[in-house]
């Protein structure tokens, strides 16, 4: 009986819900795939609705949204996706390229410094900066 309470407690919610939603995940990553953006943007959100802190799907939304010119909506996704750990190159880079669009640039600038400190050899960062400081 204590093995199975130990194995109950050890899953956290996030899991749980993942697990249970792992279809509707699937489904998703084919629509992104498959180009369907306005699909994906819907079945994505929905998504979240269940599984808030879902990494992949906040960064592709975000992604979306960038694709779409909505660089603040961009932003705003990359930031909850940099909440589930923030030393994702990938995410901190799409989000200088937003604060860039936004003429935001000293945030942009902050973004590829962290880059910087991650993954020195990061040449799409080094690009952006030398396009900063120009």
């Given at each position: ?6 194995g ?6 996030e899991?749980i ?24 943007l ?33 932003i ?16 901190l ?42």
């Amino acid at each position: 009986m204590c093995d199975i309470l130990v194995g109950l407690f050890s899953k956290t919610p996030e899991d749980i819900a993942f697990k249970k939603n792992i279809e509707q995940f699937k489904k998703f990553k084919k629509l992104v795939k498959a180009k369907k953006y306005s699909d994906a943007l819907k079945l994505g959100l929905d998504y979240l609705e269940k599984v808030p802190y879902n990494h992949d799907v906040l960064f592709t939304i975000g992604g979306i949204y960038y694709l779409n010119n909505k660089f603040r909506t961009a932003i705003s996704f990359f930031d909850r996706a940099l909440e589930t750990g923030d030393s994702d190159v990938e995410v901190l880079l799409m989000k200088a390229y937003s604060h860039q669009k936004l003429q935001e640039n000293k945030i942009s600038f902050d973004c590829c410094k962290k880059i910087q400190i991650l993954d020195p050899k990061n040449k799409p960062a080094s690009n952006l900066l030398a396009e900063l400081n120009s």
